[in-house]
């Protein structure tokens, strides 16, 4: 049986937390405002941090996740999430093939896997994956990507692929914030995954609030309430 169909995950309100991308703050307590606010799902992303420093923020995160329901997620690095007890990990195409990282983690933890072209969507057809995350759809500050962005027009001929490749749930990633997150949910992904959006704002809670609420809606109207 596939994962996802053993355990699905809420994309609507992903928080990818960067310690390089928190004004300073102390990320801990911010993905606890975040998920007070209405965050469903959490990474921790941290492309600069060291082995033990990796596994003790991610320790502190799941901590903080207790009881809330919310699963956290590590970005590439399956050996930080087995050693902090995390709940999976998200992969990119350059990182361990999701097939060994299930291997490693075993059959009810969460791999995601960002898409960035149509053929990727294909290939996703026969991995063990729960969910997947299309990447690159507006410019953002928060990654340094070669690529042109896809937009919404890109977003949505991904989708399509994915779609028929694959039964999870799928969502978007990059750029996306209250100015543009109900045209992103309106061509038909999931949820939204925010770094600055979120983690920058002011006020987490509130923002993480806003958002969700617009994701809410949007996916009301469109008769596709998760």
């Given at each position: 049986?596939?994962?996802?169909?053993?355990?699905?995950?809420?994309l609507?309100?992903?928080?990818?937390?960067?310690?390089?991308?928190?004004?300073?703050?102390?990320?801990?307590?911010?993905?606890?405002?975040?998920?007070?606010?209405?965050?469903?799902?959490?990474?921790?992303?941290?492309?600069?941090?060291?082995?033990?420093?990796?596994?003790?923020?991610?320790?502190?995160?799941?901590?903080?996740?207790e009881?809330?329901?919310?699963?956290?997620?590590?970005?590439?690095?399956?050996?930080?999430?087995?050693?902090a007890?995390?709940?999976g990990?998200?992969?990119?195409?350059?990182?361990?093939?999701?097939?060994d990282?299930?291997?490693l983690?075993?059959?009810h933890a969460?791999?995601?896997?960002?898409?960035?072209?149509?053929?990727?969507?294909?290939?996703?057809?026969?991995?063990?994956?729960?969910?997947?995350?299309?990447?690159?759809?507006f410019?953002?500050g928060?990654?340094?990507?070669?690529?042109?962005?896809?937009?919404?027009?890109?977003?949505?001929?991904?989708?399509?692929?994915?779609?028929?490749?694959?039964?999870?749930p799928?969502?978007?990633?990059?750029g996306?914030?209250?100015?543009?997150?109900?045209?992103?949910?309106?061509?038909?992904?999931?949820?939204?995954?925010?770094?600055?959006?979120?983690?920058?704002?002011?006020?987490?809670?509130?923002?993480?609030?806003?958002?969700?609420?617009?994701?809410?809606?949007?996916?009301?109207?469109?008769?596709d309430?998760?």
């Amino acid at each position: 049986m596939r994962e996802s169909l053993i355990n699905p995950i809420d994309l609507r309100l992903y928080g990818i937390i960067d310690p390089e991308r928190t004004g300073g703050r102390d990320p801990v307590e911010l993905v606890r405002q975040a998920v007070s606010g209405g965050a469903t799902l959490i990474q921790y992303r941290d492309k600069q941090g060291e082995g033990r420093r990796l596994v003790e923020l991610a320790r502190a995160l799941k901590a903080a996740l207790e009881g809330s329901g919310v699963p956290l997620l590590i970005n590439d690095r399956v050996d930080i999430a087995l050693a902090a007890g995390a709940d999976g990990v998200h992969l990119g195409q350059d990182d361990m093939h999701p097939k060994d990282a299930r291997d490693l983690l075993g059959p009810h933890a969460f791999i995601g896997l960002t898409l960035k072209t149509l053929e990727q969507a294909e290939r996703m057809a026969s991995m063990p994956v729960g969910y997947a995350c299309i990447g690159g759809v507006f410019a953002t500050g928060s990654k340094n990507s070669p690529a042109p962005p896809i937009g919404l027009d890109g977003l949505g001929k991904i989708l399509s692929r994915a779609r028929l490749a694959y039964r999870g749930p799928v969502g978007a990633i990059a750029g996306i914030d209250a100015s543009n997150a109900q045209a992103v949910i309106a061509a038909g992904v999931d949820g939204i995954a925010v770094i600055s959006a979120l983690f920058m704002a002011t006020d987490p809670r509130a923002e993480a609030r806003r958002l969700r609420g617009i994701v809410d809606q949007t996916l009301t109207s469109r008769g596709d309430f998760a």
